[in-house]
């Protein structure tokens, strides 16, 4: 917990420079009705230091730590095993202590690092070009449909039906204000991602086609049919990535001639953190660089003919005029962007892909298991780490009745569309290489007795 030195002298002086009479004044363009009138219920007014911290400790007690129980959740965040040394390397001083640079030629190491970020992630995709990183996935999904709306005047985006629907939500929020018109649908409880209907769809207002690969009920889907349809009628194709886990086994979206591909990054060297901080990844072809949104890091020379790293393209509210620039939520994620490179590097090319072996063998042992669970069916045949079973009654409760046997079954698809009754019986189920196959007969046998 943080020690709080500011006497109310202190307070009294610091609002007297201002020109305020009260804290409260400085919340005033908060509507009133979202303010509280009193003290939040339930808050005694002080406690000791002492107190608090026993309070909190054993609030936090009453979490469940994701490796102490069979863990299969995912939907967007994932458990990966995070090697040592990757907390040890981004724990260094230099690192640690260091935030984005606003004179980043200073901090050499800093940009350096977020050059090879880059090009990892270049890589990954399949991308021509990323950028320093970004907040997170669900923001990065949505800077992109803006990026889009730039590059092709148009304001119509399509988002399918297999895109997360936290992603769908931040960018519902986003384009209230924006005048961006957002088609959106929910999936179904089928094999195969619908890529017809999304071709069919595409107009000539369509500004771009936002899909998910694997997507949320873990399909993967051949995008170049839909990246030829987008281009026919001058749109984009954006293609989210929320486990980037996977581009170690299957194409990248880049080869299949997506324009952007953004990502959740999490999945690497981050940790799942009760869900932050995330890093969110970014990137498009060459000819699109000038419309990202974010922070480029480039390679040149000094006068003196020594290599340096600079920020060679900058479109942030702080760098340029704030009517100029592309996004004011473009949030470089610098500490866990260098987790991210840590862990990749010592993966490698090789590594990566022996992991993403490993999580598919994994997952395909596992979707064996609970589909002879008398009356589950696997709906999803082919995936990579994720698939969806439906089973013969609602998922949510038989969600919490495991969760109070200590075994975390995985995300209910009712959780995640509460008006689509269609989907309620859905359930996603994420394997990974800290899934024993102990854990996995753990979750049959209790799925079993639930359903029986």
């Given amino acids: 917990m943080r020690y709080l030195p500011l006497t109310q002298p202190d307070r009294e002086a610091m609002l007297s420079v201002i020109g305020a009479d009260t804290i409260d004044d400085l919340f005033i363009d908060v509507p009133e009705a979202a303010r509280l009138d009193g003290p939040v219920h339930g808050l005694p007014n002080h406690a000791s230091e002492l107190s608090v911290e026993r309070h909190m400790t054993a609030l936090a007690r009453k979490n469940v730590v994701a490796g102490e129980v069979p863990f299969f959740l995912g939907a967007g965040a994932y458990r990966h095993h995070v090697p040592a040394s990757v907390d040890h390397l981004i724990q260094r001083g230099e690192f640690l202590t260091a935030y984005t640079p606003y004179q980043p030629e200073i901090a050499q190491g800093t940009l350096q690092m977020l050059f090879e970020f880059q090009t990892q992630v270049a890589r990954l995709l399949g991308t021509d070009v990323a950028n ?5 996935g669900s923001t990065a999904c949505w800077e992109a449909i803006g990026m889009a709306r730039r590059i092709t005047r148009k ?7 297999g895109l997360h629907p936290h992603y769908v939500s931040v960018a519902r929020t986003m384009a209230k204000y924006t005048g961006d018109v957002l088609e959106t649908s929910v999936p179904t409880l089928a094999a195969e991602t619908d890529l017809d209907a999304l071709i069919a769809a595409i107009d000539g207002d369509t500004s771009c086609v936002v899909v998910q690969y694997p997507d ?6 051949d995008l170049t049919p839909l990246a030829d349809a987008c281009h026919a009628k001058k749109a984009l194709l954006i293609a989210v990535v929320t486990e980037p886990v996977a581009l170690g086994a299957i194409r990248s979206p880049g080869e299949m001639d997506a324009d952007i591909v953004v990502g959740e990054g999490q999945s690497l060297g981050v ?3 009760f869900g932050g901080p995330y890093v969110g990844l970014f990137g498009c072809k060459d000819k699109y660089v000038r419309q990202m949104p974010g922070r480029l890091c480039g390679e040149t ?3 003196d003919g020594k290599r340096g790293f600079v920020l060679t393209l900058s479109t942030r509210e702080q760098h340029i005029r ?3 620039a592309t996004s004011n939520i473009c949030t ?5 962007a260098l987790a991210f490179s840590v862990h990749m590097t010592l993966l490698g090319e090789a590594g990566l892909r022996r992991l993403a072996g490993i999580n598919h ?6 979707a064996d298991r609970l589909a002879q669970v008398p009356g589950v069916e696997l709906v999803t045949p082919t995936f990579f780490n994720e698939f969806t079973l439906r089973l013969p009654t609602e998922a949510r409760p038989v969600v919490r009745t495991l969760a109070d046997r200590g075994v975390l079954a995985g995300v209910s698809l009712g959780r995640l569309y509460p008006d689509a009754a269609d989907l309620a019986n859905g359930l996603v189920v994420a394997v990974t290489e800290t899934t024993t196959a102990e854990d996995v007969e753990t979750l049959a046998v209790a799925l079993e007795e639930v359903l029986a």
């Fill in 155 to 161: 304001g119509k985006a399509i988002l399918s039906g």
């Fill in 216 to 221: 949320i009920l873990g399909r993967i889907a």
């Fill in 332 to 336: 470089n994620s610098g500490l866990c």
């Fill in 271 to 273: 940790g799942l953190q």
């Fill in 361 to 366: 063998a994994g997952a395909c042992r596992a």
């Fill in 322 to 324: 704030r009517e100029k």
């Fill in 132 to 136: 320093a990183s970004m907040y997170d």
């Fill in 301 to 303: 020379a000094d006068a």
